[in-house]
């Protein structure tokens, strides 16, 4: 499987997974064949805490219902794409955590909400 | 560096009804007649967007067989750096009169689209394209709720880079907002939303349109009929594709490209008369301003150097690529009574992803 099979593949567990460079101690997304930090290839794959901050946002209007498209930061550092879901007042710095959409074929669409929601 | 420009020229803007080839023919043919050079001297072209092999099939449109050519493509960047590769090729002797030109008819075709191109088998493919992201729009979108967010400012306050454009547009019978009467706030406030905070009054213009220069030695240059506007200095960077890629998003690779360029110069902000900057939404108008080192970081909005005074790419033109445009104004600004005797050209592909500088002078 290539990097990017395995990590969507993870996504059936509702596993998101980060890739680690032991050798620079350092995470990476989207997962590739080479470490961005030392040229490594020694990359393992990590499942991430699912915790982090909106470092910005933009509520697109294109469809009948708008959606939030955000930038997440990750606590391990990678910063991911993603959708902010259940969000009423969204805002930058906001704490969030990892919440999973069913996809067609059973993989999962990693998205995030509030940090303190109470779910 | 001993290369000028000493031809400019646009083809015709707006809404055409023309082919890109026509357009990209009325830019080159015009830009040699500004420099006075016939069309059987040019030996070197750059140019994109026309087709697979687009400096070859411009060559062979225009009946011509150059020594040098560069088809790069980095989006509208990509003509402040065929100003830099022109300017090696003619200094190593590769060829003596390079044109580098573009012409787009996107506004008669309508053939832009709100939601851009996914590219397959890439990563944003993979991993951005299921969240439905505008391209370009939404990234300069979450640039621009950073910005506000990091400087306690609002829309209000960035709408006024929206107001400012279309008042210098007014003084630009060219611009295709020309005669259609200021701006307000507003009136750019009001706007429908696409990717908050930005309205479509915070987004360029859809226009046909492209341009051309003429670039030779300068010791040819001497012996043409305009002043010669010297390139000093050129620099470069590339830093992103993805939306997620860059670790802050108010850190774009502007700043490493002017300092290349002005180390290359021996020049700094403080010696530059006029700046043009690719305004592809307002965001990108104080960001920019204050990367190159005319504002400090979140003062970008009161930069009093001048800029963009054509009307830029929110109420001018803007063909897709604007970057050619950006070098014809700043060869007018050169050339006219405004006194100006340096530019600072400064181009942006994509979403925020390539960069290019050049810095331009004459001797007055």
């Given at each position: 499987m290539t990097p990017e099979e395995t990590w969507w593949e993870a996504t059936r567990d509702q596993l998101l997974l980060l890739q680690f460079c032991p050798a620079c101690r350092r995470y990476q997304h989207?997962?590739?064949?080479?470490?961005?930090?030392?040229?490594?290839?020694d990359l393992e794959f990590r499942a991430a805490a699912g915790t982090g901050v909106i470092g910005s946002f933009t509520v697109v209007h294109r469809a009948e219902t708008p959606y939030i498209l955000g930038r997440v930061r990750l606590t391990e550092g990678p910063v991911l794409l993603t959708h902010l879901v259940d969000l009423p007042d969204p805002h930058c710095d906001l704490p969030v955590r990892l919440a999973w959409r069913a996809q067609p074929g059973g993989r999962h669409l990693p998205v995030f909400r509030s940090a303190d929601d109470g779910l | 560096m001993s290369v000028a420009i000493v031809g400019a020229a646009e083809c015709?803007?707006?809404?055409?009804?023309?082919s890109v080839l026509e357009l990209q023919t009325q830019a080159v043919t015009r830009a040699l007649a500004d420099a006075g050079?016939?069309?059987?001297?040019?030996?070197g072209i750059a140019t994109n967007g026309?087709?697979?092999f687009s400096a070859t099939q411009l060559a062979d449109y225009l009946g011509l067989q150059p020594s040098w050519s560069d088809s790069s493509f980095?989006?509208?960047a990509v003509f402040e750096m065929y100003v830099a590769r022109a300017a090696q090729a003619i200094d190593a002797g590769q060829c003596r009169t390079v044109v580098i030109s573009f012409a787009s008819n996107q506004r008669s075709a309508r053939?832009?689209?709100?939601?851009g191109v996914v590219e397959e088998g890439t990563p944003e493919a993979a991993f951005e394209a299921p969240y439905q992201p505008l391209y370009p729009i939404s990234y300069y979108a979450m640039t621009a709720q950073r910005y506000l967010h990091t400087y306690g400012l609002t829309r209000a306050d960035l709408a006024s880079v929206a107001v400012a454009a279309r008042a210098r547009a007014?003084?630009?019978?060219?611009?295709?907002?020309?005669?259609k009467g200021p701006l307000t706030v507003d009136d750019v406030l009001a706007a429908p939303m696409i990717s908050t905070p930005l309205g479509a009054l915070d987004c360029c213009l859809v226009t046909d349109g492209g341009g051309a220069i003429v670039l030779t030695s300068a010791a040819r240059a001497r012996h043409l009929p305009q002043t010669p506007v010297k390139v000093l200095g050129y620099g470069e960077a590339l830093t992103h594709?993805?939306?997620?890629?860059?670790?802050?998003?108010?850190?774009?690779g502007a700043g490493a490209a002017a300092a290349r360029a002005f180390s290359q110069a021996a020049l700094?902000?403080?010696?530059?008369d006029v700046v043009q900057l690719?305004?592809?939404?307002?965001?990108s108008v104080p960001l920019g301003l204050e990367a190159l080192g005319f504002a400090k970081p979140g003062e970008g909005l009161h930069a009093t150097i001048p800029h963009?005074?054509?009307?830029?790419?929110?109420?001018y033109c803007h063909p897709g690529q604007f970057g050619v445009l950006l070098l014809v104004e700043a060869v007018r600004q050169l050339r006219g009574?405004?006194?100006?005797r340096t530019a600072l050209v400064h181009g942006t592909g994509g979403i925020f992803s390539s960069h290019a500088t050049v810095i331009l002078g004459v001797d007055r």
């Amino acid at each position: 499987m290539t990097p990017e099979e395995t990590w969507w593949e993870a996504t059936r567990d509702q596993l998101l997974l980060l890739q680690f460079c032991p050798a620079c101690r350092r995470y990476q997304h989207y997962p590739r064949f080479v470490c961005t930090g030392c040229g490594g290839h020694d990359l393992e794959f990590r499942a991430a805490a699912g915790t982090g901050v909106i470092g910005s946002f933009t509520v697109v209007h294109r469809a009948e219902t708008p959606y939030i498209l955000g930038r997440v930061r990750l606590t391990e550092g990678p910063v991911l794409l993603t959708h902010l879901v259940d969000l009423p007042d969204p805002h930058c710095d906001l704490p969030v955590r990892l919440a999973w959409r069913a996809q067609p074929g059973g993989r999962h669409l990693p998205v995030f909400r509030s940090a303190d929601d109470g779910l | 560096m001993s290369v000028a420009i000493v031809g400019a020229a646009e083809c015709d803007l707006g809404q055409t009804g023309k082919s890109v080839l026509e357009l990209q023919t009325q830019a080159v043919t015009r830009a040699l007649a500004d420099a006075g050079i016939p069309l059987s001297e040019v030996d070197g072209i750059a140019t994109n967007g026309i087709s697979r092999f687009s400096a070859t099939q411009l060559a062979d449109y225009l009946g011509l067989q150059p020594s040098w050519s560069d088809s790069s493509f980095a989006g509208g960047a990509v003509f402040e750096m065929y100003v830099a590769r022109a300017a090696q090729a003619i200094d190593a002797g590769q060829c003596r009169t390079v044109v580098i030109s573009f012409a787009s008819n996107q506004r008669s075709a309508r053939s832009r689209k709100l939601a851009g191109v996914v590219e397959e088998g890439t990563p944003e493919a993979a991993f951005e394209a299921p969240y439905q992201p505008l391209y370009p729009i939404s990234y300069y979108a979450m640039t621009a709720q950073r910005y506000l967010h990091t400087y306690g400012l609002t829309r209000a306050d960035l709408a006024s880079v929206a107001v400012a454009a279309r008042a210098r547009a007014q003084l630009n019978p060219a611009a295709w907002t020309y005669g259609k009467g200021p701006l307000t706030v507003d009136d750019v406030l009001a706007a429908p939303m696409i990717s908050t905070p930005l309205g479509a009054l915070d987004c360029c213009l859809v226009t046909d349109g492209g341009g051309a220069i003429v670039l030779t030695s300068a010791a040819r240059a001497r012996h043409l009929p305009q002043t010669p506007v010297k390139v000093l200095g050129y620099g470069e960077a590339l830093t992103h594709t993805g939306m997620a890629t860059a670790p802050d998003l108010l850190h774009t690779g502007a700043g490493a490209a002017a300092a290349r360029a002005f180390s290359q110069a021996a020049l700094g902000p403080a010696d530059i008369d006029v700046v043009q900057l690719y305004d592809s939404f307002t965001i990108s108008v104080p960001l920019g301003l204050e990367a190159l080192g005319f504002a400090k970081p979140g003062e970008g909005l009161h930069a009093t150097i001048p800029h963009n005074t054509g009307g830029g790419g929110l109420a001018y033109c803007h063909p897709g690529q604007f970057g050619v445009l950006l070098l014809v104004e700043a060869v007018r600004q050169l050339r006219g009574d405004s006194g100006a005797r340096t530019a600072l050209v400064h181009g942006t592909g994509g979403i925020f992803s390539s960069h290019a500088t050049v810095i331009l002078g004459v001797d007055r």
